[in-house]
């Protein structure tokens, strides 16, 4: 059974560097085609890709957030670590990671944590 | 980057209708196409991946169907549970969402 858990601060201040981590169990990133990604949802928006890594390291990034965000793992302790620098009141959101599942060249989120609310605030 | 924009963006409906939203890509996106829904307060969920194939567990009245910039999503008799938001996805160039259609109950 896979789960993934978000946990990280629910409040930061403009400026600061935002840290969260994804802790999964049920599957590794260590596996070949593994990925654990980074959806964020501002209240009442739209979903919106973040980052993901892969089993082999490589990392994907959205390009309008790619000069503040970082994804790492940590295969042994299962986890997946997302660093957003510089935040401002536009990082407020839930941040959700999910394990992506890949299927030749489709690929798609099936499993999801039940998300991180963070706000963004002095 | 490719952009997702979906149509409506909220539409109003009583059980037992008959649903249809639609996704459009910027460029095509082969089969490339995923769709989710969202309940208030929960994760989205994945219905339909490869724009035609349903998930294990998710009801027969879900169906997708196009390819490369146009797609639809169907649900054939509207559920009490099937009121939420519903996003497309595009995985051919890394990942974008729709921006959302809102079912809601009229």
């Known amino acids: 059974q896979i789960t993934l858990r978000e946990s990280g601060p629910t409040l930061v201040k403009p400026t600061q560097t935002l840290t969260l981590t994804c802790t999964f169990s049920?599957?590794?990133?260590?596996?070949?085609?593994?990925?654990v990604g980074w959806i964020r949802q501002p209240p009442g928006k739209a979903l919106e890709w973040v980052a993901l890594?892969?089993?082999?390291?490589?990392?994907r990034y959205n390009p309008s957030l790619e000069s503040r965000v970082t994804i790492t793992k940590d295969t042994s302790r299962n986890q997946v670590v997302l660093t957003v620098t510089n935040v401002d009141p536009g990082d407020a959101a839930t941040y959700y990671c999910?394990?992506?599942?890949?299927?030749?060249?489709?690929?798609?989120?099936?499993?999801w944590g039940q998300g991180a609310l963070v706000t963004v605030s002095s | 980057d490719i952009q997702m924009t979906q149509s409506p963006s909220s539409l109003s409906a009583s059980v037992g209708d008959r649903v249809t939203i639609t996704c459009r890509a910027s460029?095509?996106?082969?089969?490339?196409l995923n769709w989710y829904q969202q309940k208030s307060g929960e994760a989205p969920k994945l219905l339909i991946s490869?724009?035609?194939n349903l998930q294990s567990g998710v009801p027969s009245r879900f169906s997708g169907s196009g390819s490369g910039t146009d797609f639809t999503l169907t649900i054939s008799s509207l559920h009490p549970e099937d009121f939420a938001t519903y996003y497309c996805?595009?995985?051919?160039?890394?990942?974008?969402f729709g921006q959302g259609t809102k079912v809601e109950v009229k």
């Open positions: 999910s394990h992506l599942q890949t299927n030749g060249w489709s690929s798609y989120f099936n499993y």
């Open positions: 049920g599957f590794s990133l260590s596996t070949s085609g593994v990925a």
């Open positions: 890594i892969y089993w082999d390291d490589d990392k």
């Open positions: 460029q095509s996106v082969s089969s490339y």
């Open positions: 490869g724009a035609i």
């Open positions: 996805q595009q995985s051919y160039s890394t990942w974008t």
